[in-house]
């Protein structure tokens, strides 16, 4: 997601479109993106620590914007 404070235009445009289409309170719309990992690990400790250090260093750019890891579950 783009960091709180900073410009995110397609949010400003989809709470526009929203507004026009008859949706009231809607506000502070911020559009980020989805990934889905599929990794080997151990334990769900691991894979959020990988999954975080992937973040850090490659799939996230940490001055504009902020992540969170949503949900591990083991495979099946």
Same mark, same amino acid.
């Given at each position: 997601?783009?960091?709180? &404070?900073?410009?995110?235009? !397609?949010?400003? *445009?989809?709470?526009? *479109?929203?507004? *026009?289409? &008859?949706?009231? &309170?809607?506000a502070?719309? $911020?559009?980020?993106?989805?990934?889905?990992?599929?990794l080997? #690990?151990d334990t769900?400790q !691991?894979? $959020?620590e990988?999954?975080?250090?992937?973040c850090?260093?490659?799939? #996230?750019?940490?001055?504009?914007?902020?992540y969170?890891?949503? #949900?591990?579950?083991? #495979?099946?």
């Open positions: 997601m783009p960091r709180s &404070g900073l410009l995110d235009p !397609q949010g400003h *445009a989809v709470e526009h *479109a929203l507004t *026009a289409l &008859g949706f009231r &309170g809607v502070d719309v $911020r559009v980020g993106r989805t990934l889905e990992i599929r080997e #690990a769900e !691991q894979v $959020r990988r999954l975080r250090e992937m850090d260093r490659l799939v #996230a750019n940490p001055v504009t914007e902020d969170t890891i949503d #949900a591990v579950e083991p #495979a099946p």
